[in-house]
């Protein structure tokens, strides 16, 4: 499969792909998709019958934290993947192009499941409704993040398309079959992206990445700009794991909980940075991923009674663990399993996220008895995310897609108009060689002579 | 009017300026201006004598959206800006000066037409004259667009004077005298401010431009500064149109709507950009800016019932047509119509603004009988951007603003202090050359050689 | 002090620190911290027993301006320190670990004096809480800009302890005791945390840092990304203001004071900026830092009647004198006083802190007989900052930190590893010098050179 001419133009394909599924989505918009009560012209009748103020419109209870959420998905995670040398701009700009088929999609699907009036058989959306398209589209591009660099925007979106639709069906077992609970998505969402991803890495797996290796690698800026991304997410989490918690304590609860878990993080994230290197030193990788470690782990149980110091416990071991991934286990499955993993979503989504499945399990299991359920909702979440990875890996792998060779990725030549680059300093090494010369060869010495 | 020596120092007329018409902003205040019920500290009665609790203070219907709205402002349109290679300063920095003191002159001249109290004469403020100042404000900065690189910071704040005089005059008429609605400002922000900076673009023709184009370029890391610009415009765009939107159902609507008219633009963006492309590869110029188009062209219609596949279908329709202004319609203007439009406005606002125009009004007769006014209104805002422009055209073509000469644009050594560039390589290079030389005429061999 | 050898190496000490202090935090959280009646799950009887709605618990009124505060710490003070060429990652990511850390201890401190259930002696948290925590951080962070790139993240650590120690002891005796007023902490946050980094400043005084001054400048790109600190400081400032200042018209007015101060400060310091500058061009460093002066003396006045135009001209003052400062008095102070600061928060934070502080006693005084409370707990805040600045500093000055030597400052090497440079013109460097050599020498004349 490697031996195979690449061709990595996507003219016809990533056009075709992009006006008919856009096409398709107003369609079934067209069919199915209608404003709910609180975003319809009825509202104020609706208002007036149970007897609220405007302002308790859901939009007021939600509208701040969707939007948290929504720089989380267009900016944190779009600028996180921007760390590469010369991959930039495909990872905030196939981030942005997914995200924004995505939650299209997502609204559909997660729409059928959720949100259907049977009266009239219509999906009725309100802010909730974008806050969960919004989550649904993070389990992509958490997947993303294993393939950045290998794969074309058009397998991106394939990836997409069956990872909303895997997302829906599952996040539908766990919540509504099996009635655990996941506001956060510690298992819905980032158990089930992370191991999606990964197991599509493993299905296209590249023997020869390595001599894409001299573009594996960040430049100064490059980490800065990650840092955006980085900072974004770690601030706007809290808002992530409350924004479809209950009305009152519950979006209160969540947000301290999740903030609390996020700054316990930091600090063992910098600790194991700096005791694994050299003359510790600090690695920007780890300070770019682990430190989010806590607010994935926070998610389920986020609007239990975890307490400070729990938080600050659960944080603290995801700091540790997922700079430890990135240290010793990201080289080890690269080495050993044959799944690469460009982000390392491993230590930033999958374990974390599995501790966060299993601490909603342990805390919902010493307040009642569903803890069982908890576990049965990461089981699902695991099956789906491994499961669906190999079907939709197995679909990536066709030789059609339009993907880069080895020696091609993490390249934005390969799928972008790259700007040339500044050579300043080009002339004046012109200039100073053919000084140079002309004194070698007994040429004239030039008075002013730049440099 | 290009053989004239030109002066761009600024060092006394853009002190002057600063300083006087702040002055004049603070007696202005002094006379006119004064809290209004909601934040005045008679709150407490007003909030009994209505019966009311602290929440409905209209701080919290829309202090969130003021605050999104702010960031499109400054962070938006200012990052949007610092594409090109050596403007950057210049596209972030003049952003920030022209909207502090745009906003200042939008509070009083759209305080006299709107928020007047004739008990006292004073113009009385509360959050949402915020909100309008910095739509006012996105005005101007709409028209710098079209300007960018070409002009002086003193001539950037006479375009903003008289570009909020006009804006306040033109949306007083289309708002209080027609009746029109636009409460995302698709005719009085976005058409209006597009055509009062191509129209002062047209007045300032520089047929000698192309002395800069060497300047008028971007390098790898500016495009991803510029995405900072474009992703927080398009995540706040549903908080821009419906920042000041009726309470309840009304900002509900506008949010989604808007939230799916981006989304769908997204799509048809890349479809377009890759489809016309040599090699199918994405043009990060496309990207930056006509992914944005769904966002103005939701505006006039934000609050109506669009329906979401309504959206979809308008989103869709922007994409294309702002990237095919970008590829075809740019150069053209340029060419024939001797407008020079940097940032390319006439894609990313004239047309989607003109076209959000139209949605509204063809929304609006479906609905009841004012289509006729929507039509009306969007007629005065190209009317008063058409002519606006040309008579503060005509003022900036004196030769007293500082301006640069043509082949002097585009770079930010004209008005800033810029630092030196890492010159890393070139005592790499000295030295070697060095070497190399010394082995040319039968130096030593030198053994820890750098490089 | 200066001749003994540096080791930077952190290797044991930062590790140790973090782990330790973080493990600290989880026993005193466990004994200490539990949520407060509006995040616990008894929020439901609490509100029926007081008649309140949902979106009367405090997180509605307070969880927006929470995240812009959030934004401010994190992204704020971070990127704001980005500015120097080799010193981004310290600057973006120490802040991230002293504000990770600050917030827990200043959640116990903070919590002690103004949290504390005497019925159970647990400290009880909400909302509020997390804000007070993060502005507790903000003088920390403060005081890290005058140390910016000359100490070890340990000796971070260390002033972070203090810092938040000394500042909820000042600020329980200025606000509890003295009964002053500062909702935006010109006084409690800005003067303190000033004059707390300036005192230590002066103890780490470095005589020979110029043997470090090559570094010690900004490149292109890095003064973009300042800017991005700059800009999310600015326009989330009015948030900073009015996050805990009484619900209604309160948190309003003072949100509008705010911003209008700070639009006002922008306009005088572009004029002193360029008045001042060799052919009046506009230095980035004063548009970074003293467009947000204002935000700083608004504080304690932020929701006072301190009227519109009131606020202009505090801007005004501000723009002026904090941009007179980066010019004349940084350079004096580093000069005959001994006191070298990095980022100049003496001009942004000092000066105008207080100034809010005077702004807020004259504003008092002129409302009620409370003037002398103000200026008595301006005075509290100078002595907590300059004493503890001095011993907090003499700490500081052992020599078991791993600060780095005075040839080694503003450098990320020290604490980070750095990636390669990008060194794409080497190669074309190398090939065409050999090109040049082979003709010097007699070479053939290769057709398809490089370059």
Same mark, same amino acid.
């Given at each position: 499969m490697c031996d195979?001419?690449?061709?990595?133009n996507v003219r016809l394909s990533l056009p075709a792909v992009c006006i008919v599924w856009q096409t398709a989505m107003i369609i079934l918009f067209g069919v199915f998709i209608r404003y709910d009560h609180e975003s319809d012209a009825h509202w104020v009748e609706h208002r007036k019958h149970l007897n609220l103020t405007?302002?308790?419109?859901?939009?007021?209870?939600?509208?701040?934290?969707?939007?948290?959420?929504h720089v989380m998905i267009f900016v944190g995670f779009g600028f996180l993947m921007t760390f590469l040398k010369r991959y930039s701009f495909g990872g905030v700009g196939f981030n942005f192009l997914i995200a924004a088929f995505g939650l299209q999609w997502a609204l559909l699907m997660q729409g059928w499941f959720h949100s259907l009036d049977y009266t009239?058989?219509?999906?009725?959306?309100?802010?909730e409704n974008l806050i969960n398209?919004?989550?649904?589209?993070?389990?992509?591009?958490?997947?993303?993040?294993?393939?950045?660099?290998k794969v074309s925007p058009v397998q991106l979106m394939v990836l997409t398309l069956f990872g909303i639709t895997l997302f829906a069906v599952?996040?539908?077992i766990i919540l509504s079959v099996i009635h655990a609970r996941d506001a956060g998505g510690s298992m819905v969402i980032h158990t089930f992206g992370a191991y999606y991803g990964l197991s599509i890495s493993w299905m296209l797996y590249r023997p020869n990445l390595h001599q894409s290796s001299g573009l594996q690698v960040s430049v100064y800026h490059s980490d800065v700009f990650a840092m955006i991304g980085t900072l974004f997410l770690w601030m706007f989490w809290p808002s992530f794991n409350s924004a479809i918690c209950d009305h009152g304590d519950g979006q209160h609860r969540a947000a301290?909980?999740?903030?609390?878990?996020?700054?316990?993080?930091?600090?063992? *994230?910098? =600790?194991?940075? !700096?005791?694994?290197q050299k003359h510790g030193k600090l690695d920007m990788v780890h300070i770019q991923n682990a430190t989010l470690a806590g607010g994935v782990a926070a998610g389920t149980a986020a609007e239990f009674m975890l307490m400070p110091y729990g938080c600050l416990i659960v944080g603290f071991c995801?700091?540790?663990?997922?700079?430890?991934g990135y240290i010793f286990l990201t080289p080890f499955m690269e080495k050993r399993l044959k799944i690469q993993d460009t982000c390392g979503i491993h230590n930033l989504h999958a374990m974390p996220g599995v501790i966060g499945g299993i601490v909603g399990a342990? *805390?919902? =299991?010493?307040? !009642?008895?569903?803890?069982?359920?908890?576990?049965?909702?990461?089981?699902?979440?695991?099956?789906?995310?491994?499961g669906g990875g190999i079907i939709v890996g197995a679909i990536l792998r066709l030789p059609i897609w339009g993907d880069p060779a080895d020696d091609n990725c993490f390249d934005d030549e390969t799928y972008w108009e790259v700007p040339e680059e500044e050579e300043e300093s080009i002339p004046t090494i012109l200039q100073y060689n053919n000084h140079m010369r002309n004194k070698d060869i007994g040429g004239t010495n030039h008075q002013n002579q730049p440099l």
């Open positions: 195979r001419e690449k061709n990595t405007d302002i308790e419109n859901d939009f007021y209870f939600r509208y701040p934290s969707f939007q948290d959420v009239d058989g219509k999906i009725k959306i309100g802010i398209a919004d989550f649904c589209v993070a389990g992509c591009l958490i997947a993303y993040g294993a393939l950045l660099g599952e996040e539908f301290i909980n999740t903030y609390l878990c996020l700054a316990s993080t930091v600090l063992t *994230t910098v =600790a194991i940075s !700096s005791l694994f995801c700091g540790v663990i997922s700079t430890l342990v *805390t919902a =299991a010493s307040a !009642s008895v569903e803890g069982g359920h908890q576990a049965a909702g990461l089981c699902v979440a695991l099956c789906f995310g491994i």
